[in-house]
């Protein structure tokens, strides 16, 4: 599908909400902003990486900037499609010592510890 | 039109058709897995529909199946292939969800779909490629490599269940299990010409399906019939006490009531869906199907989703949310990649996801990240939850005057591998039509209705909450009086 | 110091005492092996799901109930987002904006004696994280997550203590009140009962609170009052220096007895809540808080009050005695059972019993003296046969297994000797060994009573009836 025709089919969207106004046109996120989201996500980015994301992510938050205007007022979130209740289980114990296989996929572990390099606290 | 088809080739075969030829004794499970096992090795460069192939296991367990039909022991899929989706987690098989960092994993644990499929008596023949963490729609995020349409093979078949898309679509398997978020598994069914089963959320367990989007996400069958997915499904649904979302409802025969007709089924087309956004012929096709239901008795009914405009974006907030905390536990210290040289803890973190991850994970997970961030989690994720609302009600009301919601399932055909990797929303706009399924938690199916320059198209049904049974009679009759769906692409027939 | 004032809210964590965890069906026994009570959910393995154990909601149901909470009808767990090692999924689920109890209070009393209330201002569940081992691998540090997935009821109080006593006076109330409900051991030791406190201080009479900093992971009452006091003093200081106190988190260093800052949490965590997907909100019914509320036990500041109308006890002495449900269902048996009166029950179990408890380190549950058997003491001191020096050797006597009051005080020979014609001559024979002494008696140093009363105890090895020797002593001194 042609790039055109995309932003014409999003602007058409737009379009068939109840009370259309049109939001400002946001600003694209910073370069400390992206890199504050990978730190706080743990994603290591390379620097030809990061450029990318930055332009990327701004267009992805652009394009979900139009939920501004939707008429949610008086709304509950939807927390979940089934107007289902919690179940809760018995206070049974029901696992076993499993260690050695649950291990088997672990990349370092000494004495049944798992290892990570030391932290200071 | 259902021809005799004893005398098809096994591949080409329904899952039911095969299961009558087994207790028949027509052939055994032995030589119908031998025989796809070969399909599937001639076929796997070409495709890369699979990640792992489990042939030495399929075979034994072949062997038992027919050792246990000997004996009228065996559940209602004994001895049947199908293949899982490498989101599922199989026992003692590598499971990698497409991802570099879960490349080497053996899961320790069977999912419950994986677990009551096997109990049913089917045969696993192995994991199916995918989009990295079903994070896609056209199979090229994944660190295996893409998958190829077997209808034209410079085109993607979809995703992210695209290469269970694939090998139903190509014959070498006459079944697969799928997962469907955005609609993973009806957008690749309608790009390979093929049946997509997506089920109400909490119809079928998701435990030991690897998380994306929890709210959304929900395991489904890609088959070349109706009927074949009515099969699977009764083995599959049910509550499940190890998944809290999981409903508790009683599980219908999916078989019993495929024959009901469609005499005075009221099916609603939504007016948004035929709009610029769709193909033209794709449009036309899709008319037409709808045109053939009603001459077979069911009435077409305007339908009006106000806010399913909102559905893509709404979509992409919730669904990088969900999945950039669902994906937090992949750190390197238990299990999965976990780089070299580290210096410290920040290191081990920021250096295994960074290099275990993939560009469109990265991305969904700090587009995720960004919209829980401190002062954005009002305007973006409590908003998208609010809009869902909307356009659940929207559908409720809809479901007030019509039984199915019908329109198409793509806004086009299968599109060329590479054209759309560039600019993140052109593939988001994919899903479309899929989207507002998920975010309301109704079951959908894509059938093949047609071809646009050789290229399946597919029709979508949605329905109300449990209304599975409704969409696969539905489904299944329009496939009594069209053959679309025993269309094989030419390189596979 | 007085024209500061202290304002502490504290955030104490209580392991709750169910069998298994709260999301999953791992036993939460402490001192197991590594990682052999870490299953796949517990190690946050890619599928797998929380399921809710039905106790922990009892239980924090009963918690809101006994602090005359309200109990929400409807609560939603939240993912808190971190990442550290020692938390699997790098999400903990907790509770954020809907957490199961809201509000309550309790009682204490201030530093000047009167009764304060203390509002609470919510107490949720979570999940707690495993333990990080970091001096015993070279360079790494070990990880387990056994303790992974134990729930925890987190129980938060308003700024409203003033002092750390006041603090340390709060937290004993938690502790005790979560110990008789059962709904937790309180074992600090072990961790099932943590503290952090939240400390500031503001000039008397300004009305905006000042920054405050925490204090974590304080696990006696004892370093809650030291930690806090540090801190109190360090704050003022910072200020009066013309300096400003950093909102931080701080550990208290129990050998230095300091609080420094964690350098680890320098960097503020956005733990970006939100209702976690995988569960459903937790409703719960009037019917089954009705339930729960007929199954709570008599509360520990109604039976101290009841102690004290009851059985005409010191304040002191009730709420002593009523710290924990097994001392006072001890107290209240021997009280039922003695002929004689109530407070001389309290002053024994207060006094020798407790002193033995401690020194072997025994709870009172495995006391080697029964509530019946100590009865059986007392009323021999009530009816004279012993006196109460003589009943202390009793006692040892009892502690160590040798018998009942009464095997050994016949075995020992330890009666008191009351007859009258036996002690007037032991007294008359004092009285004739010691003229000096009756002659200065007798010029007026009448302290000197207790000597000859010392005498007559010697000389009968502390059988003879004080009282009696005291006024025969009198009788022919005078």
């Known amino acids: 599908m042609h790039k055109t025709a995309c932003i014409i089919v999003a602007a058409k969207f737009v379009g068939y909400l109840v009370r259309l106004e049109i939001p400002d046109r946001p600003v694209p996120l910073t370069k400390e902003q992206v890199q504050h989201i990978a730190i706080l996500a743990r994603l290591q980015l390379e620097d030809d990486e990061f450029e990318d994301v930055v332009s990327k992510l701004s267009k992805i938050v652009d394009f979900v900037d139009q939920l501004q205007a939707a008429p949610t007022e008086n709304v509950v979130p939807m927390a979940h499609p089934l107007n289902m209740s919690l179940r809760l289980r018995a206070d049974d114990i029901t696992e076993a010592d499993n260690r050695d296989r649950n291990q088997e996929n672990a990349p370092s572990v000494d004495s049944g510890y798992y290892l990570v390099p030391r932290v200071i606290e | ?493 | ?478």
């Open chain 2, 1 to 493: 039109m259902t021809a005799s088809k004893a005398s098809d080739a096994l591949y080409l075969q329904t899952l039911t058709e095969l299961a009558r030829g087994l207790a028949g004794g027509e052939f055994s499970s032995r030589e119908l897995t031998e025989s796809l096992l070969e399909r599937i090795d001639a076929h796997q460069k070409s495709l890369n529909a699979f990640i792992t192939l489990t042939a030495d296991e399929a075979l034994a367990e072949a062997d038992l199946a027919d050792k246990n039909r000997a004996t009228g022991a065996g559940g209602p899929l004994q001895g049947l292939p199908i293949v899982h989706k490498d989101l599922f987690c199989t026992a003692g098989v590598r499971t990698t969800c497409g991802s570099k960092i879960l490349q080497d994993f053996v899961s320790p644990y069977d999912a419950t779909v994986v677990a009551r499929l096997k109990s049913a008596g089917a045969i696993m023949l192995g994991k199916t490629n995918m989009d990295e963490f079903a994070m896609g729609s056209s199979n090229e995020t994944s660190f295996f490599g893409a998958v190829t349409n077997p209808w034209d093979q410079k085109t993607s078949p979809g995703g992210s269940s695209g290469g269970s898309a694939a090998a139903v679509a190509a014959r070498l398997v006459p079944a697969a299990t799928g997962t469907d978020t955005g609609g993973s598994i009806r957008q690749p069914a309608a790009l390979t010409g093929t049946v997509g089963l997506k089920p109400t959320y909490g119809r079928v367990s998701r435990f030991g399906m690897v998380a994306f989007a929890s709210s959304l996400d929900q395991a489904g069958v890609i088959t070349r019939s109706a009927e074949d997915a009515a099969l699977l499904l009764n083995a599959m649904a049910g509550v499940d006490p190890r998944d809290s979302t999981s409903a508790d409802q009683p599980i219908p025969d999916y078989t019993a009531t495929l024959s009901d007709s469609v005499k005075g089924l009221r099916i609603g087309v939504v007016r948004q869906h035929f709009d610029e956004g769709l193909d033209d012929e794709c449009g036309k096709t899709v008319k037409t199907a709808l045109a053939a239901l009603e001459d077979a008795g069911a009435s077409l009914v305007d339908v009006d989703l106000p806010n399913i405009g909102l559905s893509v974006p709404t979509y992409y907030v919730v669904a990088p949310a969900e999945c950039s905390s669902n994906l937090s536990r992949f750190d390197g210290v238990r299990f999965g990649h976990r780089a070299d040289n580290l210096k410290d803890l920040l290191d081990l973190y920021c250096r295994s996801r960074g290099e275990g991850f993939g560009a469109e994970v990265k991305r969904r997970i700090m587009t995720g990240t960004y919209v829980l961030s401190a002062g954005y989690y009002d305007a973006y994720y409590l908003k998208a939850q609010k809009v869902r609302q909307l356009i659940s009600r929207d559908f409720n009301q809809a479901f007030e005057n019509v039984d199915v919601i019908a329109g198409p399932t793509a806004p086009t055909t299968a599109f060329r591998l590479g054209e759309k990797t560039d600019d993140p929303i052109t593939m988001y706009l994919n899903d479309i039509y899929t989207i507002g399924a998920n975010l309301a938690g109704l079951p959908g199916i894509s059938v093949p209705c047609g071809l646009v320059k050789k290229m399946p198209v597919g029709l979508q049904l949605v329905g109300p909450a449990f209304a599975e049974a409704s969409l696969l009679s539905c489904a299944h009759q329009y496939q009594q009086i069209t053959d679309w769906h025993r269309q094989a692409p030419e390189a596979f027939r």
């Open chain 3, 1 to 478: 110091m007085s024209r500061w004032e202290v304002v502490i809210g504290l955030e104490i964590h209580t392991q709750l005492a169910t069998n298994s965890k709260i999301f999953s069906g791992s036993s939460t026994a402490y001192g197991a092996e590594p990682n052999t009570q870490a299953s796949l959910v517990d190690l946050g393995y890619p599928g797998v799901l929380p399921v809710l154990n039905v106790e922990v909601v009892r239980m924090a149901a009963m918690f809101g109930l006994a602090v005359n909470a309200t109990v929400a009808k409807r609560s939603i767990f939240a993912r808190k987002n971190y990442f550290y090692p020692d938390l699997p999924k790098g999400y903990q689920i907790s509770q954020y904006e809907l957490p199961i109890v809201v509000g309550g209070e309790l009682f204490i009393r201030d530093d000047a004696g009167d009764e304060k209330r203390i509002r609470i201002t919510r107490a949720h569940l979570e999940e707690d994280a495993g333990k990080s081992v970091h001096d015993e691998f070279e360079g790494s540090t070990g990880v387990d997550l056994n303790r992974a997935g134990t729930p925890l009821l987190e129980i938060v109080s308003e700024p409203d203590l003033r002092s750390a006593k006041e603090a340390v006076a709060y937290m004993r109330k938690i502790h005790s009140i979560v110990r008789y409900l059962e709904i937790s051991d309180g074992n600090m030791q072990e961790g099932s009962f943590r503290c952090d406190a939240n400390v500031s201080v503001r000039q008397v009479g300004q009305v905006e609170f000042g920054t405050r900093a925490e204090v974590k992971n304080l696990n006696s009452f004892r370093f809650v009052e030291k930690a806090i006091n540090f801190e109190i003093a360090r704050q003022i200081d910072v200020i009066e220096d013309g300096g400003v106190v950093v909102q931080e988190t701080r550990l208290y260093d129990s050998d230095k007895d300091e609080t420094r800052s964690m350098r680890s949490k320098e960097e503020a965590n956005d733990y970006r809540y939100f209702p976690d997907p995988d569960l459903l909100p937790i409703e719960i019914e009037d019917s089954f808080v009705e339930e729960v509320r007929r199954s709570l036990p008599e509360l520990p500041h109604v039976k101290c009050t009841r102690f004290i109308a009851e059985y005409a006890l010191k304040e002191a002495d009730a709420e002593i005695l009523t710290v924990s449900r097994p001392l006072a269902d001890f107290y209240e048996e021997v009280a039922k059972a003695t002929a004689g009166d109530s407070q001389i029950a309290a002053n024994w179990i207060i006094g020798d019993l407790s002193a033995l408890l401690n020194r072997d380190n025994i709870d009172i549950q495995d006391s080697p003296i029964t509530p019946t058997a100590l009865a059986g003491l007392l009323d021999r001191i009530t009816d004279d046969t012993i006196s109460g020096k003589i009943a202390k050797e009793v006692f040892d006597g009892m502690s160590t297994g040798e018998g009942s009051a009464d095997e050994i005080i016949a075995a020992k020979g330890l009666q008191q000797i009351t007859d009258v014609s036996a002690l007037d001559a032991i007294v008359a024979a004092v009285i004739d060994t010691n003229p000096a002494q009756v002659a200065d008696y007798r010029a007026g140093k009448e302290k000197l009573l207790g000597f000859f009363v010392g005498q007559v105890m010697k000389e009968t090895g502390g059988k003879a009836n004080p009282g009696q020797v005291n006024q025969l002593i009198k009788q022919k001194l005078s």
